[in-house]
């Protein structure tokens, strides 16, 4: 009876063993999803070297187990509990895997220690899916910004040397802006982006001939923060244009006295007494009277408050008792000379010399050049003037503008009878006119006494026929308006005058004009 009693005990020992065992074990059931890693159960933490305000990213790959799709996310917390980031919801497709993620930025330097899990409102997550990890921040990289040289020339333009220092860390991105101001206004006028490696690197930035007072320049961050804060980043210089200031000076030539066809030398010096250095440019010596260029080298650039000299070859001389030249020393945008006289030894050996001052005879001959104009004004002036009146008979005498008007014949206006131009003729012309718009030529009668022209003949050459001849032209129309039947010239006939011989002015063909339809 004890035995049999033993042994029913042991049965439902080993049943409930049995149960307990199979509820122990994880079961998907229908409708159900477990969520398991998929490999390793580390977190995996990417962005390092980090240092405060740069971003990181947690990741872990998740397996869905179930039956169903569920959705999951990756949950950070802090040492107090507090979640620190939280990221989106991944879908996982039963018996797929995807990978899991959320950013998070250190805002502080040295250890941090986080926690995490994935969750989900969707299903069962496995035990597995949550841990903690340490990250080590450190402090902020530094940049640095500054201009090294600034050099303005005119031949090479503004240039700028300028060096940006990075600290130690990760290489970073950012943008260079270079700005121009001039009268108190700022203009960008360069922006480029540069990938900085932490240490000193050096920038050459040319920006020609610039018209600005100023020069700026701004080093912005590209997606990270700096120790320093952005007013530290922008760097401002004057800026003093070049100048320069040119002159010539030549020595005594050699010989003194020329012989035409032979070489004279001349020794020059090139002075710059500006600030920069010249341009490179040419020297010719040039003759005033025709232009002929007597010689012509390249000068080199002369530096600031420097010069350059050398001799000159010119020739071969012109045949002239006296040759009057300039000495030009030119260069882009600036020009400077010096006036040369040289006088040619004449043939017989002995020097050319003038009986009198060239000067003063030159200054002569203006001075009496000038009297005769203003005589000339001041004479006209008189004549134009209106006297006053004669003492006898008080008439005022008419001034010689009034008598040309009075003299002047009178005119009148005739219309053309093609397109209607009014034109203006002398009032005693009679005979042929041309209109200068249409180029038709018609004729105009005298005007009578009273300013009525003659009613006899028209602006067109008509006259009255006796008889019609059989194969003379005929022209007929029920307007004013009709063809010349050779040229197809429009012409203009009263109805009340008609039938009518009559001329077209354009082909001068004689036709017949009548009222009725037209012969088209």
Partial sequence: MVIARAAILLRKIAVLTIVLTLFSVPVSAEGEKMFYPAGSSEITIVGEPVHVGDQL??????????????????????????????????????????????????VSAGALELSWHVSSEDGGVSSELNGSFDVQVHEPQTLGLSFDSVQWTLSDGLDCQISISLTEGRSRAANVSVSLISQGESQEVQRFAITLDPGLRQLSIGLEQ??????????????????????????????????????????????????????????????????????????????????????????????????????????????????????????????????????????????????????????????????VLIGLVVMRAVSERTPSTESDSRALRKSRITRRMEQAPSKREVKCPSCEQRLSIPSAHTGSVRCPACTTQFSVTEVKEGGEPNPEQDDEETTTPETTSADEPVARSNEEILSCPQCEQRLKIPLERRPVRSRCPACRTEFMAEVGESNE
């Fill in 57 to 106: 990213t947690a990741s872990i790959l998740v397996n869905n187990r179930g039956s169903d799709p569920g959705s999951v996310r990756l949950v950070l917390s802090d040492r107090s509990g507090s979640n620190l980031s939280v990221g989106e919801d991944v879908l996982i497709n039963p018996g797929s895997s995807r990978e899991v993620s959320t950013p998070f930025t250190p």
């Fill in 210 to 371: 610039p018209e600005a007072e100023h020069v700026s320049l701004t080093l912005e961050t590209n997606g990270w923060t700096p120790s320093n804060s952005a007013a530290n980043l922008t760097w401002q210089t004057s800026l003093t244009p070049p100048s320069i200031n040119p002159s010539v000076a030549i020595g005594a030539h050699e010989p003194e006295m020329p012989e035409s066809g032979g070489f004279v030398s001349l020794p020059y010096w090139l002075n710059n007494s500006g600030t920069s250095a010249t341009l490179q440019g040419t020297l010719r010596v040039v003759s005033t009277s025709d232009g002929m260029v007597l010689a012509q080298i390249s000068t080199p650039a002369v530096p600031a408050e420097g010069s350059s000299s050398g001799t000159l070859s010119l020739g071969p001389w012109p045949e002239s008792p006296m040759v009057q030249t300039e000495v030009v020393w030119s260069m882009s945008s600036s020009e400077t000379s010096i006036p040369l006289t040289v006088f040619t030894q004449s043939e017989g050996g002995g020097g050319w010399e003038l009986p009198f001052d060239a000067m003063a005879a030159a200054y002569g001959a203006l001075m009496g050049l000038a009297v």
